[in-house]
T-cell receptor, first 116, second 115 residues
Framework: AQKITQTQPGMFVQEKEAVTLDCTYD???????LFWYKQPSSGEMIFLIY??????QNATEGRYSLNFQKARKSANLVISASQLGDSAMYFC?????????????FGAGTRLFVKA | DTGVSQNPRHKITKRGQNVTFRCDPI?????LYWYRQTLGQGPEFLTY????????KSRLLSDRFSAERPKGSFSTLEIQRTEQGDSAMYLC?????????????FGPGTRLTVT
């Protein structure tokens, strides 16, 4: 069965430092997609980055990069040069299948606190 | 604004009453998803539509829950005979059906409180 595990309930990082948020997943499918979303205190989920299971290169989007280690079934999010506005909940998510129509499951999230 | 919208943003109801929420997806998105999120947890999948067809339902979606997307545009989620355990944030998301990676765009949610 699909499962997403985020083992860090909360993380602190100093402004301008880099931080890694951990995510491990479990699936028996060969084809799947991995996502990270940000949820600020306002509540709206914001898509950050995507990694397909067949993508050989790690995904990058601006200050976000996804450290994809397929054999270890991990998909850690790296945020470089943290900013105060990065303080939020971060959710790792997985979608099985490659046609986009399958349900997406989310981890329990990691709350990131950026200190000035 | 061309994002996903949800109404109402907040709903307080008494146990046993019926409630209905509405979601308007991004206009070119033909996939629409409903999730439930409780405090401190990630969103839990409830159901998903492609156009007007409801293609998957979670076991979380009891008989008291029903969702529709009659014309393949907006969707409604109805909860009948609400219970206190239904108190949660109900999130709607939409995505494209082709072209990958099919990331979902979320609305602001409807917060339901059952007293």
């Amino acid at each position: 069965a699909q499962k997403i595990t985020q083992t860090q309930p909360g993380m602190f990082v100093q402004e301008k430092e880099a931080v890694t948020l951990d995510c491990t997943y479990d699936t028996s499918d060969q084809s799947y997609g991995l996502f990270w979303y940000k949820q600020p205190s306002s509540g709206e989920m914001i898509f950050l980055i995507y990694q397909g299971s067949y993508d050989e290169q790690n995904a990058t989007e601006g200050r976000y990069s996804l450290n994809f280690q397929k054999a270890r079934k991990s998909a850690n999010l790296v945020i470089s040069a943290s900013q105060l506005g990065d303080s939020a909940m971060y959710f790792c998510a997985m979608r099985e299948g490659d046609t986009g129509g399958f349900k997406t499951i989310f981890g329990a999230g990691t709350r990131l606190f950026v200190k000035a | 604004d061309t994002g996903v919208s949800q109404n109402p943003r907040h709903k307080i109801t008494k146990r046993g009453q019926n409630v209905t929420f509405r979601c308007d997806p991004i206009s070119e998105h033909n996939r629409l998803y409903w999730y439930r999120q409780t405090l401190g947890q990630g969103p839990e999948f409830l159901t998903y539509f492609q156009n007007e067809a409801q293609l998957e339902k979670s076991r979380l979606l009891s008989d008291r829950f029903s969702a529709e997307r009659p014309k393949g545009s907006f969707s409604t989620l109805e909860i009948q005979r609400t219970e206190q355990g239904d108190s949660a944030m109900y999130l709607c998301a939409s995505s494209l059906a082709a072209g990958g990676p099919y990331e979902q765009y979320f609305g602001p949610g409807t917060r339901l409180t059952v007293t």
